[in-house]
């Protein structure tokens, strides 16, 4: 199946958001060392999440990765899964560089481009998983991601976020919950890596 771009594709994402303090564009620039940093370092992170993830994606399901970054999750995703289409999302162009330079090896399946959390350019239910890694914390606006993240999840799919324990969580979950879904919220521990235990919702 394909993963369609449609008509409110933006090739940027917006600028500016009132200036808050997580602002769009705060990793611009400095995706070339994060990219290394995250290859070196996080990658039995991604892993760990991606075996969580792939758990939830039906045959030749789509995902979609907000503020995938480089892209190193959907790399991991991919290689588990050669049936699934993948896409990843994130505002800072160096980023989604990283990103489809990490995903050129499986470019057919997978695409990545520049937008926000609260303007995804994808049809309405287009994926069955709606993933997001160490991004929440980031967003300028987590309600309005919130309602963008459940606009595009198919009916039945799943939204699954990994975070810090201080992401705004509760604002995301009271956002998308107006499907009625009860969340989950639950310690997501990455052991025995030298990193703090995530949080993982999943709605
Ligand atoms: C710490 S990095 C995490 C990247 C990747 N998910 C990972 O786990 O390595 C946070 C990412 O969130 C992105 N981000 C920040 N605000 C965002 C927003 N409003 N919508 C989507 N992504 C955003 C940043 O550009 C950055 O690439």
Redesign the pocket.
Known sequence: MRIHLPGRHRSH?RAG?GGHA?D?????GS?EH?DRL?RRW?RG??RRIARDVVAALPVEGTVL??????G??LVEIGALRPDVHLAG????PD?IEAARRNLASIRERATAVV????HLPFDDGSFDVVV????LH????PTG?GAEVARVRRPGGQIRIYDLRSAPFADLHAAVSGDGRPGRLARFPITPLPFPALRRLVL
């Open positions: 994402a958001h997580h769009d564009n705060s990793f611009a995706a994060y995250a996080m992170v991604y990765d907000i503020g995938t970054g480089p190193h999750l999302i994130d505002p800072a980023m937008g926000d959390v609260v997001s890694s160490l991004s980031h967003w300028a606006d991601g």
